[in-house]
């Protein structure tokens, strides 16, 4: 039953994430989901490297980079911690950020 549930976790989370100099999207098959960098207060992290960003009441997850792909793979993830370390957030390890799902961050798709 675990396997199931985190296979569909995948699925659903999988999708293209995008990342420009004010906001994170992912686009996936659950929807459009996106936070402005600078509502980001505190990021977590896992040890298999996914990374949550949270903000007053929403929460975006940026999956392990073991799981992008593309030519800007390098360039998104450089864009990535360069706005992180201009924030001033120091990202804190967290055992449950793997398992965590957006909240509060859909700007269009499926509800549920």
């Known amino acids: 039953m675990t396997f199931v549930l985190m296979s569909l976790l995948v699925l659903v989370s999988s999708g293209e994430l995008l990342f420009d100099e004010d906001v994170v999207t992912h686009k996936a098959i659950a929807g459009t989901f996106r ?13 298999f490297g996914t990374f949550v960003l949270h903000a007053e009441d929403k929460r975006f997850v ?3 980079t073991g799981f992008w792909s593309g030519q800007d793979k390098e360039m998104a993830f450089n864009l990535f911690l360069r706005k992180l370390q201009k924030s001033g957030i120091t990202p804190k390890l967290s055992s449950s950020a793997e398992y965590k799902i957006h909240k509060n961050v859909r700007i269009h798709g499926k509800t549920g």
């Open 62 to 64: 940026i999956p392990s």
């Open 35 to 47: 936070i402005r960098w600078e509502e980001v207060k505190t990021v977590e992290y896992s040890t």
